[in-house]
């Protein structure tokens, strides 16, 4: 059971150059998530989408669109990357009802912009 | 808005001896709280949750956490640390559905 994947594990970006973070899960989860994590900062959501069809904006959107592809896929992409978007970008995926299903991670992209 | 602050970076225990990790919370009405843990280079795993009931509860691991309304705290604790229990711990509270705040973490190191 692979649960949440992301790709890729690591990249470096130069500053103005755009990519898009992939992610999937397998979980069959109605809601998926896109965090970051910084040091000293801890983990500050970006995007959510709470089911196939709807995406909404975190704490730190700016900079960043998403797509909730299907169910399963739910991408972040960088249109224009500046350093202080280097970070570690985590991916996650819930049933809606946190008690029945708390967050599953993916082991994250290290992304560095130059 | 909720809130999370966890006021120490770092901690270092010796193999064997307990531990407690302190986790204050800021939110209005009764709060979901969680524990994860994160291990280098991976992602974040839960080790336990408090939604409502009874104020200790139990998660993996040998870990375990109490909700103290009163003080708006969620420490986490566990009797006898292992040296695989080296890890970043994060606490993090909702007040319902997933979208969690976390605090900023907390190192620890456990000397052999």
């Known amino acids: 059971n692979a649960g949440v994947t992301q790709t890729p594990k690591f990249q470096v970006l130069k500053t103005g150059q755009s990519m898009t973070l992939q992610c999937a899960q397998d979980?069959?989860?109605?809601?998926m998530y896109w965090y970051r994590q910084d040091p000293g900062m801890g983990l500050r959501l970006i995007y959510y989408?709470?089911?196939?069809?709807?995406?909404d904006k975190g704490e730190v959107p700016n900079g960043y669109n998403v797509s909730r592809l299907n169910k399963r896929e739910f991408s972040l992409r960088l249109e224009s990357a500046a350093p202080s978007q280097t970070s570690v970008y985590f991916c996650?995926?819930?049933?809606?009802?946190?008690?029945?299903?708390?967050?599953?991670f993916g082991n994250g992209t290290r992304l560095t912009v130059t | 808005a909720q809130s999370v602050t966890q006021p120490d970076i770092h901690i270092t225990v010796s193999e064997g001896a307990s531990l407690e990790l302190r986790c204050n919370y800021s939110?209005?009405?009764?709060?979901?709280l969680f524990w994860y843990v994160q291990s280098p280079g991976q992602g974040l795993q839960l080790l336990l949750k408090?939604?409502?009931?009874?104020?200790l509860v139990q998660g993996i691991k040998g870990f375990e956490a109490e909700f103290k309304r009163s003080q708006s705290s969620f420490n986490l604790r566990k009797p006898s640390v292992h040296w695989s229990d080296a890890a970043e711990y994060f606490c993090?509270?909702?007040?319902?559905?997933?979208?969690?705040?976390f605090g900023t973490g907390t190192q620890l190191k456990v000397e052999l």
């Open positions: 408090y939604f409502s009931g009874d104020t």
């Open positions: 989408s709470a089911s196939e069809g709807t995406t």
């Open positions: 996650a995926s819930s049933d809606r009802d946190p008690n029945n299903s708390p967050l599953h």
């Open positions: 939110y209005g009405a009764t709060p979901y």
């Open positions: 979980m069959n989860h109605n809601s």
């Open positions: 993090a509270v909702t007040g319902g559905g997933n979208k969690l705040t």
